[in-house]
């Protein structure tokens, strides 16, 4: 499929909308009304630290909404002010936060239904309204969508475009496209719609075992057991591993998919000699600013002295996933919530999900005496939720003084 000309021939139709309704000003009072926190503004301006009895609060320098994801919401939400009687559905979580997607529900927004990866158009009929979340969606969904005569509502990050893009151009001069992301995860499913030929790889210890291929340390069969439902039908590694394009789903961590860049860049260069580099690896800058921006403050927040970290986001963010590595491998206590609920200021208790398991609940949350708390928040995280949070901490904190 030519996705070039799909996409301008759906740009081009009065039933397609990536701006919105409403004006940039607009759409950010509304969102201010809806989820900025005037305790977060006070904390910022006091050098991202609060203060109050024996607990000292310090926030990352950057975290929460990211410009992508505050204009999703606000489409969404205009959508709903312009379309006030028609049927309106989303494909998918518009960002990764419940509080968010719990309030276009109360707003009547329908959620496609899933299961097992297939999403179930069935009940969206001629003249509905559909919105494509921050993350994307698959070429095919769109062109399912078009053709079935529905209103689109792009709401896409701009960021994201720009890996299909990418991927759009290893495509066009026939490289294999390899992302680093999580095959399952919605912005990756929707860049890899757009590839060719593509491969995607998990994290560096992935990426170096299909260098490891590349020169011949691999085993065939293996390969394609492994990588069977990560990389494109009629994937052939001793063919389609000769030329290489390195993207990325946009959330991950930075210096992980710099240094599988850097990785294959080595490995094709060794195999190939310099002069044939460019005929077989082709590298561009795909990682999201908004990304690289809290990921680069985690780092910075994890280096002061903290006795606890807490993460704020879905548990099903990618990005919020990240932060909550980087408190892990510098061995802070961190704890990763999606809601203020999650803490039980009455009983010092928090209920989390450490990295790779399920939820569990930990006693004893804050020690005794004077604690210092690291926060931050993914970029689907409203800075509301975050002041909920904080305030269950100094209530908690106020509780155990008495």
């Known amino acids: 499929m030519d996705t070039q000309a799909f996409k301008q021939s759906l740009h081009k139709s009065d039933r397609y909308n990536r701006r919105g309704f409403g004006s ?205 439902r990560a990389s494109s039908e009629g994937f052939d590694p001793d063919i389609h591993l000769q030329r290489l394009g390195v993207a990325n789903q946009t959330t991950m961590l930075k210096s992980e998919t710099e240094e599988i860049g850097r990785l294959f860049e080595k490995t094709m260069l060794s195999k190939y000699g310099p002069a044939e580099l460019n005929e077989h690896f082709l590298a561009f800058n795909t990682i999201c600013d908004a990304t690289e921006e809290r990921q680069g403050a985690m780092f910075s927040l994890v280096d002061e002295p903290l006795d606890v970290m807490v993460v704020i986001g879905g548990y099903n963010s990618s990005n919020t996933t990240h932060l909550q590595e980087i408190a892990v491998s510098r061995g802070i206590r961190s704890f990763h919530i999606d809601t203020p609920e999650r803490i039980g200021e009455e009983t010092n208790t928090i209920t989390h999900m450490p990295l790779g398991e399920n939820l569990i609940t930990q006693q004893n949350f804050l020690p005794d005496g004077d604690v210092t708390v690291g926060i931050t928040s993914g970029a689907s995280t409203p800075d509301r939720v975050v002041e909920h949070v904080i305030q269950k901490l100094i209530k908690l904190t106020e509780n155990n003084d008495l």
């Open 24 to 228: 940039a000003t607009k759409r950010a009072e509304a969102l201010a009304q809806a989820y900025q926190s005037n305790l977060i503004g006070a904390i910022r301006e006091n050098g991202n630290l609060l203060e109050h009895g024996r607990l000292k609060v310090k926030l990352a320098e950057a975290f929460g909404f990211c410009w992508g994801v505050e204009r999703a919401v606000a489409m969404a939400y205009e959508t709903r002010k312009h379309y006030p009687k028609e049927r309106i559905w989303i494909t998918n979580e518009i960002i990764h936060n419940p509080s968010v997607n719990d309030h276009l529900r109360k707003m009547n927004v329908l959620f496609i239904s899933e299961e097992n990866g297939i999403k179930d158009f069935s009940k969206v009929k001629d003249g509905d309204v559909v919105i494509l979340p921050a993350f994307g969606a698959t070429v095919q969904d769109m062109q399912l969508l078009h053709e079935r005569g529905c209103h689109i509502i792009d709401t896409t990050c701009p960021w994201v475009s720009k890996v299909w893009h990418t991927v759009e151009k290893h495509k066009k001069h026939t490289f294999t496209s390899v992302i680093h992301g999580k095959y399952k995860h919605e912005e990756t499913l929707a860049t890899s719609s757009f590839a060719g030929t593509y491969l995607v790889v998990l994290d560096l210890e992935e990426a170096q075992y299909v260098a490891n291929y590349i020169l011949g340390k691999g085993n065939r069969k293996e390969f394609l057991e492994r990588f069977a």
